[in-house]
């Protein structure tokens, strides 16, 4: 049971560059997250689906576009990337009834 | 705005000792989730708390909440060094909008 797996696992950009985080998941799940992770700051929601054709800001969405064309797949993308987007995504899918989430094993992302 | 607040942010204890890591939060929200994260790794989940009063136990873990008091704790006992890891609590938003706050976390380093 693979839960849920994102790629890349490993990017770096240049400033400018655009680029596209893919985060699928095999459990049926409806809810779908991105998440950044930056030293001291904890996991900052940036784009979150509660359903397949819907998507919805979270608390850092700005810089960031997203898409859930398929339940299993949530794709999350830089369209000019910016050294502050230097950082490492996390995508999880939210288990129904408990409300659990699983985590993707992360991207690492560096602009440069 | 939900707030979650986990104190300490750093945590070191020696081996063999116990400790509380608290994790205060600011809305009305009956469920509380606890994750652990190993450097470099994703996050996995640990405890799911679903009601006022709810306590888990993992090994030498032990995850606690009150709902009244909007607090959540995780106890742990006679530490081991495979305890060193971050522990985040996450809290669910309860405006309908099903996103997840997560505290900044505690690093814990137990030494041995």
């Known amino acids: 049971n693979a839960g849920v797996t994102q790629t890349p696992k490993f990017r770096v950009l240049k400033t400018g560059q655009s680029m596209t985080l893919l985060c699928a998941q095999d459990?049926?799940?409806?809810?779908m997250y991105w998440y950044r992770q930056d030293p001291g700051m904890g996991l900052r929601l940036i784009h979150y689906?509660?359903?397949?054709?819907?998507?919805a800001k979270g608390e850092v969405p700005d810089g960031y576009n997203v898409s859930r064309l398929k339940k299993q797949n949530f794709l999350l993308g830089l369209e000019s990337a910016a050294p502050s987007q230097t950082s490492v995504y996390f995508c999880?899918?939210?288990?129904?009834?408990?409300?659990?989430?699983?985590f993707g094993e992360g991207s690492r992302l560096t602009v440069l | 705005e939900l707030k979650v607040e986990q104190n300490p942010l750093f945590l070191s204890m020696q081996e063999g000792k116990n400790y509380t890591i608290y994790c205060n939060y600011s809305?009305?929200?009956?469920?509380l989730y606890w994750y652990r994260q190993d450097p470099g790794k994703s996050l996995e989940s640990l405890f799911v708390?679903?009601?006022?009063?709810a306590v888990k136990q993992e090994g030498r873990l032990m995850a606690s909440l009150d709902t009244k008091a909007r607090l959540s704790t995780l106890h742990i006992t006679a530490a081991v060094h495979d305890l060193s890891a971050t522990y985040f609590c996450a809290v669910p938003d309860t405006s309908g909008t099903y996103k997840y706050i997560f505290g900044t976390g505690t690093r814990l380093k137990v030494l041995a």
């Open positions: 689906s509660v359903g397949e054709g819907t998507t």
């Open positions: 809305t009305t929200s009956d469920r």
């Open positions: 708390l679903l009601s006022n009063g």
């Open positions: 459990m049926n799940h409806e809810y």
């Open positions: 999880a899918s939210r288990k129904t009834g408990t409300g659990e989430l699983f």
